[in-house]
């Protein structure tokens, strides 16, 4: 009889620990997703100001690659314009950060709120390393432009490297996902998440 006293109090406590050990992972979910409806509207933001800027960027290259840097006056305008997309890549990329500080900021020990914040991380993270890609090329551009108009022989037919490098980045680049929704969307359906949020 002891034996099975025993035994059932150790099934009674494993049970208590895995079902506590689930509530806390859900507390952990629901203030997660709390953070992700929070941060949402920073990366809708984000996105659509993203593809505004890639529009602008893809036009604007296109019409250098395709007609050359210009001369003179031409010249000025083209580093003014490389100068403001570079400055409208950080100011992107900027938002993008206090997404990422946002979720990184949370306390996370179970594994699913962890898989669903470093999947999203790392999305974040490749974005930005795209975004700094292309704001480096453009601050390279900038003061090439110049350099052409102080060079007597340059005739306007030619364009800085990093505007082709540029070029050819963004028409592979691919408009950005919800990455944060898609992360809000699995942790309200693995946890069956409503009211809380």
Do not use: H
Request: proline residues 3%; contains cysteine.
């Amino acid at each position: 009889m002891k034996i099975l006293n025993w035994t059932s109090f150790l099934f009674i406590a494993t049970a208590m620990f895995m079902g506590s050990c689930g509530r806390q992972e859900r507390s952990e979910a629901v203030q997660f997703a709390k953070v992700l409806t929070e941060e949402q509207v920073t990366f809708v933001s984000a996105n659509t100001t993203e593809r505004d800027f890639v529009n602008s960027a893809r036009a604007w290259c296109g019409g250098i690659t395709t007609n050359g840097a210009g001369r003179g006056v031409e010249l000025d305008q083209n580093a003014a314009v490389a100068a403001e997309l570079g400055k409208s890549v950080v100011a992107i990329s900027s938002q993008l950060s206090e997404v990422r500080q946002a979720i990184n900021r949370q306390s996370l020990t179970g594994q699913y709120p962890r898989d669903v914040r470093a999947e999203l991380t790392d999305q974040l993270t490749k974005r930005q390393r795209m975004l700094q890609e292309m704001r480096v090329l453009f601050e390279q551009s900038a003061p090439q432009f110049l350099e052409y108009k102080q060079n007597k022989a340059y005739v306007g037919d030619t364009y800085p490297d990093g505007v082709a490098k540029l070029d050819a980045l963004l028409r592979t680049y691919s408009p950005p996902t919800d990455a944060v929704g898609a992360a809000l969307t699995a942790l309200q359906t693995k946890y069956r998440l409503g009211k809380e949020l």
